[in-house]
């Protein structure tokens, strides 16, 4: 598992309980951007047969969160944006080092990373919500993030060495948690 090393403040979520129909929006945008970084690393690694199942898994699953996402917007009468770039995950990236092992376990860690502050927001969302279907379908997706962030860190265990791995997370939950220190209050994921 991987512990985040800067906590959330609770006033985002506040901001995304009153502003769920800005969240939704930017939601369904993660969870597209999510299924493609899979393919994506399908694309880029296809030689590495258990990365390839799990990337292939992964993707239907966020691909079935993003339809989960579109349907619930549908219900309130809103609808999907262009896609915005997003602050947290483009710092995030600058971190990823070149060099082709390198550059491997780093976005394997740097999803993983994602993943697990994915998690935390969205358990954040789940209890500040009022019980209904909202809140059941955010506990549901804090749960799917939470085993995705374990996924990809025992990939980078599978293909690298434990103490490299462990060196490397705790390198990247540093600078991960600078960025998130420095994000503002808004109504988005990140």
Known sequence: MIEL???TPDAWAEAVV???DVFLPDHAAAEKKASSMAMGMVAHYPDRTELVTAMVDLALEELSHFRAVVKLMHARGLSL???EKDPYVN???RHIRSGKAHYFLDRLLVAGIVEARGAERFGM???ALPAGELKRFYRSITRSELAHED???N???RYFDPQE???RLKQLLEAEAAIVRELPVRVALH
């Open 91 to 93: 710092a995030l990236r």
């Open 165 to 167: 791995v462990n060196a």
């Open 125 to 127: 969302v789940a209890d």
């Open 5 to 7: 090393k800067f906590t």
């Open 155 to 157: 990939l980078a265990g």
């Open 18 to 20: 009153d502003g769920m």
């Open 81 to 83: 944006l262009p896609d």
């Open 151 to 153: 996924l990809f860190l």
